[in-house]
């Protein structure tokens, strides 16, 4: 039985479409909803937490990703194989990060006609990603181009450390591209930061170190800064969005 995960921006409806054509080519696969709750058309936030899965999987693992902006034009639709898992998803940048991270890897286009033009997420992905589980690459013709896609590092300067937001969860925690080594290494847990000049911050290894409904910084479960505030939802209250820029000032 081969393992099958799926990250969208779908919502509720779509992924158990794509399901049920993957189940229709191969029954007995294991379905994984890694999340389809992608910020519609985020491409980055979607290559970060598919790079961010790949290596909690075991080798053979098909990853289904489908965040399209341009379904229905003549980009391209991509099998990726790196490190022994399978790639699978647009020609957007959306696979690139994940690949990296797995080692060398060699890009395949997929060549199937698809029935719909806003749909390839169950015309062409889920197909081809259960076909891939069975030990089936056909319908592959080498992609010796790709688009690229580069999540960006933070900037350092003797006081200050720039990033921004890759990721919001439910709770409204920030997931920012700044690793949790640098800041434990330059400032250490206690340390209290300014946010976007605005925000006076304390970095903290839990929530509860600071009053409920304080911001906070700490390293979460992706091993890089967070900004939070306890019991309360960071994202809404100090007005973060993915993408957006995390400048940290130590005082």
């Keep these: 039985m081969g393992i099958i995960t799926l990250i969208s921006d779908f919502g509720t ?44 999987f075991p080798r053979g693992t098909t990853h289904i990703a489908v965040v399209d902006p341009t379904v229905g034009t003549s980009r391209r639709a ?59 690459l056909r319908n592959l013709e080498p992609a010796p181009a790709h688009v690229n896609l580069e999540l960006q590092d933070p900037q350092v300067s003797e006081r200050t450390v720039s990033g921004s937001v890759v990721y919001v969860d439910r709770f409204g925690n920030c997931v920012t591209n700044i690793s949790g080594i640098l800041v ?37 479960s992706f091993d890089l800064v967070e900004v939070s505030i306890n019991q309360g939802d960071a994202a809404t209250e100090l007005n973060l969005n993915s993408g957006d820029t995390v400048k940290l000032d130590r005082l």
């Design 78 to 136: 991509l099998v990726i194989e790196a490190g022994g898992r399978y790639l699978v998803g647009p020609d957007n940048g959306l696979l690139i990060p994940a690949a990296h991270s797995l080692g060398d890897f060699e890009a395949m286009c997929i060549q199937v006609a698809a029935k719909s033009s806003t749909f390839h997420g169950r015309d062409v992905f889920a197909p081809a990603g259960a076909h891939i589980s069975l030990g089936r």
């Design 13 to 56: 409806f779509y992924p158990a479409v794509m399901k049920a054509v993957i189940l229709g080519i191969a029954p007995h696969a294991i379905i994984v909803d890694v999340t389809h709750d992608i910020s519609p058309q985020n491409v980055r936030e979607a290559a970060f937490i598919l790079r961010e899965t790949v290596k909690y």
């Design 184 to 220: 434990i290494r330059r400032s250490g847990y206690g340390s209290t930061h300014l946010l976007n000049d605005s925000v006076v911050v304390q970095f903290v290894r839990t929530y509860d170190e600071v009053a409920h409904g304080r911001p906070l910084l700490t390293v979460g």
